[in-house]
Nanobody, 124 residues
Framework: QVQLVESGGGLVQAGGSLRLSCAAS????????MGWFRQAPGKEREFLAT????????YYADSVKGRFTISRDNAKNTLYLRMNSLKPEDTAVYYC?????????????????WGQGTQVTVSS
């Protein structure tokens, strides 16, 4: 059974930084692409970034490009999202997800397992 557990969320002031982690188990981590998403109250789930199984390819949503960095440590079965220059509009629940294949796009279709989410709140 695949399990994804996010951590690292919290309260941060605007302009600050956070690093989210996603610990994965239940499938060969390095074989599967991963992604980060977020959902704010009253809004649809939003794609943020995706990374290939090897970590050699990444793709970002325009809304976070240049501020957020997705990375992975396959030896630790862990996915990361480094978030810099945070804004109040970044406030949301952040989710990691595991995909069956890499698309290099914002498509949600390949993602078959999701974490429970971690809350990020950015104060102004």
């Amino acid at each position: 059974q695949v399990q994804l557990v996010e951590s690292g969320g919290g309260l941060v002031q605007a302009g600050g930084s956070l690093r989210l982690s996603c610990a994965a188990s239940g499938r060969t981590f390095s074989s599967y692409p991963m992604g980060w998403f977020r959902q704010a109250p009253g809004k649809e789930r939003e794609f943020l970034a995706t990374i290939s199984g090897s970590g050699g390819s990444t793709y970002y949503a325009d809304s976070v490009k240049g501020r957020f960095t997705i990375s992975r440590d396959n030896a630790k079965n862990t996915l990361y999202l480094r978030m810099n220059s945070l804004k109040p509009e970044d406030t949301a629940v952040y989710y990691c997800a595991s995909a069956r294949y890499y698309t290099g796009t914002d498509s949600l279709v390949p993602y078959d397992y999701w974490g429970q989410g971690t809350q990020v709140t950015v104060s102004s």
